[in-house]
């Protein structure tokens, strides 16, 4: 099996998250395209591609603390169109938590990331509207390279999402999930700010606005010194938390090496022993690269305790 897949007998262990398309409140959206996390189309299969992400949703989410954790939060911000910040360091769970939050939310809730560093206004609305866009089917529309013109296509594109669908606007959601947010800088997250208040904006509806970055992003200070999150932006949040690898327990650990093939208890308990040192870092990642080098030496065979001391 191919690692970081959720193994077949594993996979009524790792629930999906419910989704919001039958809510009461909400319109039908039956003729809106449906979206099954970034890449737009239904996963088929739990094997993993060779160099692919082990956490991904569509191999099963697995609930573990922090992923539950995070995803409550961003439905809640979701659902009430607020702003939320979260931070942690790399293999906790949290592009777990945004992946199957986009796909629990088809055509309201998009991801943004950016890489480049120190990010402008310009760049992030431009990131932005591309987002927005993969939500109306509008990707290879012209992206102007002025901020005014800029923004000004980004709130018709916005408007076009909720008139596309013959939506009440009072009832139209979106979300925007900026990952990789340590790169923004203050004067950027300023400007998504604006879009969050009804009041603030031109747009047919406020944008809900979730912050993901690591641990640093949080503490990140501007070229002034100043917290690169303004005593506005936090006012405005629902939810500013940071997490860290302490966050993740044994429980955690052993439901995500359980989901990995790995049943017998000795060995299950020993690989969390592994990463319950007071140097040990408690990342999903690190356990992933671990059962992949336990999978190689029991080539083919049920990864045992006696694998497991021969490795750590």
Known sequence: MPLGAVHPNKAASCRSWPTRKDAPHRPNRKNFPRR????????SSPKLMKGTNPMRPEHGFLPTTIARTILSRMQIVHDTQRIAIFSGPPGIGKTTAINEFVSANPGEAEVVTIKKENASSRIVIQYA????R??????????YTDTYLIGRQFRKEVAKLADYNGFDREAMRLTL??????TLTKTAIEELRHWNDAADNDLPFKIGLIF?????????SSGSGQSVISAAVSDRARFIE???????TDGDL????????IDDAEAVSAIVRRFSGPRAVRSFRRVADLIEDLAMVANGEPVTAEIVKSII
């Not at 993969?134 to 992206?143: K, S």
């Not at 999930?177 to 340590?182: K, L, V």
């Open 36 to 43: 099954h996390g970034r890449s737009g189309t239904a996963p």
């Open 129 to 132: 509207l591309e987002a927005v």
């Open 134 to 143: 993969r939500l109306t089917d509008n990707i290879d529309g012209h992206v």
């Open 177 to 182: 999930i900026f990952d990789e947010a340590q």
């Open 212 to 220: 993901v970055g690591n641990e640093e992003f949080s503490l990140k």
């Open 242 to 248: 940071s997490f860290s690898y302490s966050d993740l």
């Open 254 to 261: 052993a439901a995500f090496i359980h989901a990995h093939g």
